[in-house]
């Protein structure tokens, strides 16, 4: 079970971090991801991080303002949010699945329950 929290309401240029809490002891075997879906719009890729935090991949547009991050004994996972944008304004979900670099959301085994960021100009 994933739960993810953290969003909320901010202006432009601002930051956010979200988490991820995980149950179960089987966290770190597997690959995180983070994903959005702005209204309207269909569920978008964000970052994914490999089982040991070696690795991580993002979407070209958050490259460089977003940083995906986990702490296996704690059994969470973090997007850290920096230089938001209003089109980063979405509801925010975090994912469990085996390969590193899935960007489809079919790739995923398991979700959280989403977390809305919102962002004003």
């Known amino acids: 079970q994933l739960q993810a929290y953290g969003g909320g309401l901010v202006q432009a240029g601002g930051s956010l971090r979200l988490s991820c809490a995980a149950s179960?002891?089987?966290?770190?075997?597997?690959?995180m991801g983070w994903f959005r879906q702005a209204p309207g719009k269909e569920r978008e890729f964000v970052a994914t991080?490999?089982?040991?935090?070696?690795?991580?991949y993002y979407v070209d547009s958050v490259k460089g303002r977003f940083t995906i991050s986990r702490d296996n004994a704690k059994n969470t996972v973090y997007l850290q949010m920096n230089s938001l944008k209003p089109e980063d304004t979405a509801v925010y979900y975090c994912?469990?699945?085996?390969?590193?670099?899935?960007?489809?959301?079919?790739?995923?085994?398991?979700w959280g329950q989403g977390t809305l960021v919102t962002v004003s100009s």
């Open positions: 991080i490999s089982w040991n935090g070696g690795r991580t």
């Open positions: 179960g002891r089987t966290f770190s075997s597997y690959v």
């Open positions: 994912a469990a699945g085996p390969s590193f670099r899935a960007t489809i959301p079919a790739e995923y085994n398991y």
